[in-house]
Structure formats: structure tokens, C-alpha cells
């Protein structure tokens, strides 16, 4: 009965990898977004797909890439990774956009070494 | 864009007394205010929130209050308690426009029992 999960919860690889963090949201919600955390716990949205459409897309570098297959998944591909690139992503969902609430899924630590 | 200040970083308080949660946020056109609490390891969840046509909102043992004219909000958590330990974010949002959140850089809350 999860609400909001990704996979896989922890990531370690080596720098100039090419990796993908899987989400998906079962709450029947239109919108869904990726945010970064940092090792300072600072939170900041990448990106944001309402009906599979991608709707806010910040200042990301083109190494990542979101897919979303149906409403129901958000995908981040990251190429080539950098050391600069560890940090806890979490995924979230709102039940439409606009809507308030977001909840968030269990995040995916990655490291890269 | 949107720059939220929240301060302070880290408070520590002792159980039964309360705790301030200071923010301030840049763009007049924000009207939209959530609070989220991080456990060590978890999610961030949604705690409470406001709009800018309330200048006040309360929640049991938390509160929030909103000066739109100072741009700065708060939040208020009374008769602390060990499970009230925690990162708190606050967020602000132009909900008429994009409904990005902009978070504020969080602060680690210690309730010493």
C-alpha cells in the first residue's frame, strides 16, 4: 500500500556512469516531480511532469533526463555521472497540478565515488 | 525567482517549551506557504500549511503565522516533545502561476527530554 516508492533506495557507482532511479505513485495523482537534496539537506525541484507532460525544468544540466511513461511514473536517467551528482533524490506526487500537498517517496541515496 | 531565508539552522529546546521557526521569502506573488518535517532518514512530510488570505492557522501543537506586507512567516510548535526532533522546511509558492515550491534551507530541531 505504498503511496509514493522509488527503487533503488541506495546507489553507489563509479564517476562516468549512466544510471536510472525509478518512481512510481499509486494515489491515482496527475502531477509528479524530482527534487535533489544535498548533503547541507537542501531540497530543490528538478524537474515536474503533469499527465506525462513536462511542466517545470529547471537549471539541470542535460545530463539528466526524466521519462514518464504514464501518470503514474516518473523516471530520472542521470549520463555520465559526476562526484558533484551524490545526493538523496526524492521523488513526489500531488494529486493535480495545482494541487497542494505533495508526498514525497522514501528517496534514493546515491553516491558516487 | 523565488528566495526563501529561514533561519535559525539548528535550535534546540527542552521538552515542554516551545519552538520558533523564523522565514522569510522574496516575491510578493507567493501565496502559498507549506511547512514539511524530516525525520532523520525519512521523507519530508507535509505538517501544515497556509494561504495568503489567512493571517493564522492551527494545528493542535502547531501553528503558522503569515505577515504578507513583512514577507515572513513562521511557524510555532508548543509543548515540544522527543518525536517533534526533526528537519522542518518551509516553502513558498506562487500558487496562481507555476505552484513551484522554493524551499527554505531547513532547520534541525532538538528537543532534549
Known amino acids: 500500500d505504498t503511496a509514493v516508492s522509488q527503487t533503488p533506495k541506495y546507489l553507489v557507482t563509479q564517476m562516468g556512469n549512466d544510471k536510472s532511479i525509478k518512481c512510481e505513485q499509486n494515489?491515482?495523482?496527475?502531477?509528479m516531480y524530482w527534487y535533489k537534496q544535498d548533503s547541507k539537506k537542501f531540497l530543490k525541484i528538478m524537474f515536474s511532469?503533469?499527465?506525462?507532460?513536462?511542466?517545470i525544468n529547471e537549471t539541470v544540466p542535460n545530463r539528466f533526463s526524466p521519462k514518464s511513461p504514464d501518470k503514474a511514473h516518473l523516471n530520472l536517467h542521470i549520463n555520465s555521472l559526476e562526484l558533484g551528482d551524490s545526493a538523496v533524490y526524492f521523488c513526489?506526487?500531488?494529486?493535480?497540478?495545482?494541487?497542494?500537498?505533495?508526498?514525497f517517496g522514501p528517496g534514493t541515496r546515491l553516491t558516487v565515488t | 525567482g523565488e528566495n526563501v531565508e529561514q533561519h535559525p539552522s539548528t535550535l534546540s529546546v527542552q521538552e515542554g517549551d516551545s519552538a520558533v521557526i523564523k522565514c522569510t521569502y522574496s516575491?510578493?506573488?507567493?501565496?502559498?506557504f507549506p511547512w514539511y518535517k524530516q525525520e532523520l532518514g525519512k521523507r519530508p512530510q507535509l505538517i501544515i500549511d497556509?494561504?495568503?488570505?489567512?493571517g493564522e492557522k492551527k494545528d493542535q501543537r502547531i501553528a503558522v503565522t503569515l505577515n504578507k506586507t513583512a514577507k515572513h512567516f513562521s511557524l510555532h510548535i508548543t509543548e515540544t516533545q522527543p518525536e517533534d526532533s526533526a528537519v522542518y522546511f518551509c516553502?513558498?509558492?506562487?500558487?496562481?502561476?507555476?505552484?513551484?515550491?522554493?524551499f527554505g534551507a531547513g532547520t534541525t530541531v532538538t528537543v532534549r527530554a
Open positions: 513526489a506526487s500531488s494529486a493535480r497540478y495545482g494541487s497542494s500537498e505533495q508526498y
Open positions: 494515489l491515482g495523482h496527475d502531477t
Open positions: 511532469y503533469n499527465n506525462k507532460e513536462l511542466i
Open positions: 516575491d510578493s506573488a507567493s501565496n502559498y
Open positions: 497556509i494561504r495568503s488570505n489567512v
Open positions: 516553502a513558498a509558492s506562487n500558487w496562481s502561476n507555476d505552484y513551484k515550491l522554493s
